[in-house]
């Protein structure tokens, strides 16, 4: 088991970045794949990266691609998700999640909400135009 918590959301104006943290406990971290996502009022809960065990590999869904940069420290059971260029549809909840590394061979990375099994409470961040 596992337990997350995401911290670092705010309020921010368009062009801005802000760094999230995804800190864990309650299990080996580096047994964990990490991913993120986020919700807006009204939408589904949508993938924005995720980032191997090691913190060698990492996707993006490709609306965050090119901004978002998602980093581990290992060390600290701690994994980063570093927004640039943040934009008013960047507004939302934003979760991590923990995905059993054991279940992905290597360069397979759970993209799907229903392959995490344990998240965080949120964190908002929102993007004034």
Same mark, same amino acid.
């Given at each position: 088991?596992?337990?997350?918590? %995401?911290s670092?959301?705010?309020? #921010? ?6 760094r ?5 406990? @309650?299990?080996? &971290?580096i /047994?964990?794949? #990490? @991913?993120? &996502?986020?919700?807006a009022?009204?939408? %589904?809960? %949508? &993938? #924005? ?10 996707r993006?869904?490709?609306? #965050?691609?090119?901004? &978002?940069?998602?980093?581990?420290? =290992?060390a600290? =059971?701690?994994? *980063?998700l570093?927004? =640039?260029?943040l934009?008013?549809e960047?507004?939302?909840? /934003? ?5 059993? %590394?054991v /279940? *992905?061979?290597? @360069? ?11 998240? @965080?409470q949120?964190?908002?961040v929102?993007?004034?135009?």
């Amino acid at each position: 088991q596992v337990q997350l918590v %995401e911290s670092g959301g705010r309020l #921010v104006q368009a062009g801005d970045s802000l760094r999230l943290s995804c800190s864990a406990s @309650g299990s080996t &971290f580096i /047994y964990w794949i #990490v @991913g993120w &996502f986020r919700q807006a009022p009204g939408k %589904e809960r %949508e &993938f #924005v990266g995720v980032v191997s065990w090691s913190g060698q590999t990492t996707r993006y869904a490709d609306s #965050v691609k090119d901004r &978002f940069t998602i980093s581990r420290d =290992n060390a600290k =059971n701690t994994v *980063y998700l570093q927004m =640039n260029s943040l934009k008013p549809e960047d507004t939302a909840v /934003y979760y991590c999640a923990a995905a059993r %590394e054991v /279940y *992905y061979s290597r @360069g397979n990375l759970p993209l799907a909400v229903h392959e995490y099994e344990y998240w @965080g409470q949120g964190t908002q961040v929102t993007v004034s135009s």
